[in-house]
């Protein structure tokens, strides 16, 4: 079967709808879609948008987005910060963008949390089959997506530059809000959550719970 990922294309005609045009996309995402894995469902539990169109959307937040030469709309695609998810793009013509996967939680219900994680978790899933990982329409629990926030880990001098373009499943992150409570999505984490203080530790969750 086919999918149908027009929900991906043809974004915009000005910024105007920019945020409203994003959420649209994460609640559809959130609640209709996974990465599937040879049957392992990897369901999204937080994710990031960046878009680049040098006529509409010559912002300076559209900066830290990568190119695209020779992705179709609906494809994965690996790069050094993780994995996305990627938009209609159009090289030649200055439009490209994509959806950067920073969590996940799989239909055996692990939690897996970073891009770069997220990525090799993906990747590992698939290494012994010949099948590689795709989008796919599914069925699962409705997701309550949580207020959107600022992308994580980008530095402006004027922070109101970046656009709060970051979705999550709000009902995960407000349960994962202390050291104690931490451990089992942390344990997936690129460093080791028992050296850090509490305060480091949920600051990165904290940011979710507004």
């Known amino acids: 079967m086919t999918e149908n990922f027009d929900f991906l294309k043809n974004l915009f005609k000005d910024s105007s709808d920019v945020q409203k045009t994003f959420g649209d996309i994460a609640k559809k995402l959130f609640n209709e879609y996974c990465i599937d894995c040879n049957g392992l469902e990897y369901y999204f539990a937080e994710i990031e948008f960046y878009y680049y169109d040098k006529e509409n959307f010559n912002a300076e937040w559209n900066k830290r987005t990568y190119p695209r030469t020779d992705k179709k709309v609906g494809d994965l695609f690996f790069h050094y910060s993780g994995v996305d998810i990627c938009f209609d793009s159009m090289f030649d013509n200055g439009i490209f963008g ?21 990525m090799l978790e993906i990747l590992n899933a698939c290494s012994k089959s010949e099948r590689m990982p795709k989008l796919v329409s599914t069925k699962k629990e409705k997701c309550d997506i949580g207020v959107p926030i600022e992308r994580y880990g980008i530095e402006y001098k ?30 997936n984490a690129t460093w080791d959550y028992t050296k850090k203080s509490p305060k480091k530790i949920i600051r990165y969750y904290k940011r979710f719970c507004k």
């Open 158 to 187: 004027d922070k109101s530059k970046d656009l709060p373009l970051c979705f999550y499943d709000k009902k995960l992150f407000e349960k994962y809000t202390s050291k104690d409570n931490c451990k089992e999505i942390f344990e």
């Open 98 to 118: 994509g959806i950067l996967i920073r969590s996940l939680k799989d239909n055996q219900g692990k939690y897996i949390t970073g891009p770069s994680v997220c």
